[in-house]
């Protein structure tokens, strides 16, 4: 195998976009394949639960971000993985709003099959502050490729959408946490209107505006619905797992339902 060493180049001030973007991830799993994407000048990152009940995909542009990339002509797609998604962010916030420069170091791996570009550290710099932080190895994540995601994991046969709103998503979470000693809520379709229900309540979430081809229920783990941003959604309901696509980032995230019941 043979290796060569390169980098990705970003000058940053306010990075609390890209911070907070790194956050939802951290509900998942405090380690995370990211990926730089500068052709389409995107961060592009996607996390799953130990169990894979729980798969999220979300991607935000550079500049959103609060990155500007230096200009390079051989543009790559560089997998960095970090370890510790919290500690990172700690060590961005030490830059409070100063500008600073974020140098990728990465390799070129190169063998039989394909090549990779992965991650080797980050360098963090200002006028009176140089961090680094050591990627961590590929081999500790398995590969989520976007067609695969998109064709396999949150395509489904829908048997019926609604709206979620933030607002709805908060109380149902504020809901859940009423019983503390039950691990699952359902998920009911029926006669046009769709309900959110735990062992103590019941809540209308949609009522005569579901779009919906029959009557259905489905059963997820609590700890699954809480690791959805608080954000405004359309859902698609299959026969195994709920499809949650943001209308306020580029993010999706798909719960599958629960095996076993208490």
């Given at each position: 195998?043979?290796?060569?060493?390169?980098t990705?180049?970003?000058?940053?001030?306010?990075?609390?976009?890209?911070?907070?973007?790194?956050?939802?991830?951290s509900?998942?799993?405090?380690?995370?394949?990211?990926?730089?994407?500068?052709?389409?000048?995107?961060?592009?990152?996607?996390?799953y639960?130990?169990?894979r009940?729980?798969?999220?995909?979300?991607?935000?542009?550079?500049?959103?971000?609060?990155?500007?990339?230096k200009?390079?002509?051989?543009?790559?797609?560089?997998?960095?993985?970090?370890?510790?998604?919290?500690?990172?962010?700690?060590?961005?916030?030490q830059?409070?709003?100063v500008?600073?420069?974020?140098?990728?170091?990465?390799?070129?791996?190169?063998?039989?099959?394909?090549?990779q570009?992965?991650?080797?550290?980050?360098?963090?710099?200002?006028?009176?502050?140089?961090?680094?932080?050591?990627?961590?190895?590929l081999?500790?994540?398995?590969?989520?490729?976007?067609?695969?995601f998109?064709?396999?994991?949150?395509?489904?046969?829908?048997?019926?959408?609604?709206?979620?709103?933030?607002?709805?998503?908060?109380?149902?979470?504020?809901?859940?946490?009423l019983?503390?000693?039950?691990?699952f809520?359902?998920?009911?379709?029926?006669?046009?209107?769709?309900?959110?229900?735990?062992k103590?309540?019941d809540?209308?979430?949609?009522?005569?505006?579901?779009?919906?081809?029959?009557?259905?229920e489905?059963?997820?783990?609590?700890d699954?619905?809480?690791?959805?941003?608080?954000?405004?959604?359309?859902?698609n309901?299959?026969?195994?797992?709920?499809?949650?696509?943001?209308?306020?980032?580029?993010?999706?995230?798909?719960?599958?339902?629960?095996?076993?019941?208490?």
């Amino acid at each position: 195998m043979a290796t060569t060493k390169k980098t990705v180049e970003f000058t940053a001030k306010n990075v609390k976009a890209f911070t907070g973007w790194l956050k939802r991830f951290s509900t998942i799993d405090n380690s995370l394949l990211l990926e730089i994407d500068q052709a389409k000048s995107l961060f592009i990152a996607k996390t799953y639960n130990e169990e894979r009940s729980v798969v999220k995909m979300s991607s935000i542009k550079f500049d959103e971000a609060g990155l500007i990339a230096k200009v390079n002509k051989d543009v790559k797609r560089v997998k960095v993985g970090i370890f510790n998604i919290p500690r990172l962010i700690k060590i961005m916030d030490q830059f409070n709003d100063v500008e600073f420069t974020l140098t990728v170091e990465f390799q070129e791996l190169v063998n039989e099959n394909d090549t990779q570009y992965a991650g080797e550290k980050l360098l963090l710099k200002n006028k009176i502050l140089k961090m680094n932080v050591d990627c961590t190895s590929l081999n500790i994540f398995k590969y989520i490729p976007d067609q695969l995601f998109v064709d396999n994991i949150a395509t489904i046969d829908t048997i019926g959408s609604f709206e979620l709103s933030k607002a709805t998503l908060e109380n149902i979470n504020s809901l859940n946490s009423l019983d503390s000693d039950h691990r699952f809520m359902q998920v009911k379709f029926e006669a046009h209107k769709v309900n959110m229900s735990g062992k103590s309540y019941d809540r209308t979430v949609i009522d005569d505006t579901a779009s919906l081809r029959k009557d259905a229920e489905l059963s997820i783990f609590k700890d699954q619905f809480s690791t959805l941003d608080v954000e405004n959604y359309n859902v698609n309901l299959g026969e195994d797992r709920l499809v949650f696509k943001s209308t306020d980032s580029d993010t999706t995230t798909v719960i599958s339902k629960a095996e076993d019941k208490d």
